[in-house]
């Protein structure tokens, strides 16, 4: 079992900046390729960025990408999404997931543990 934990949403404004944090317990954390998404309201819950276990590898979506960046330290055992520039339609519950797989994943149905989510709100 893999629990997670995030933290570092809140209110931010137009072109500000957020740091979420997501601390995971339980088995091994390292072998674990880690995941951010988001989900808006009334919408479908998206892919955001993604990271190997090593931390060598990431992916990010188009709308993440060159603003957010994701880092982990595995000695740790956390992940962070550094997101810089943030705009109205950033806002969403953001999650974190660990998966099973030691390979970054776009897709949901890899990630098999899931923290409960943090507010980021965008005002403009």
């Known amino acids: 079992q893999v629990q997670l934990v995030e933290s570092g949403g809140g209110l931010v404004q137009t072109g500000g900046s957020l740091r979420l944090s997501c601390a995971a317990s339980g088995r091994a954390f390292s072998t674990n390729a880690m995941g951010w998404f988001r989900q808006a309201l009334g919408k479908d819950r998206d892919f955001v960025a993604a990271i190997t276990g090593s931390g060598r590898n990431t992916d990010y979506a188009d709308s993440s990408k060159g603003r957010f960046t994701i880092s982990r330290d595995n000695a740790k055992n956390t992940v962070y999404l550094q997101m810089n520039n943030l705009k109205p339609e950033d806002t969403a519950v953001y999650y974190c997931?660990?998966?099973?797989?030691?390979?970054?994943?776009?897709?949901?149905?890899?990630?098999?543990?899931w923290g409960q989510g943090t507010q980021v709100t965008v005002s403009s």
């Open positions: 997931a660990a998966s099973q797989y030691y390979l970054a994943s776009r897709s949901a149905e890899n990630y098999n543990y």
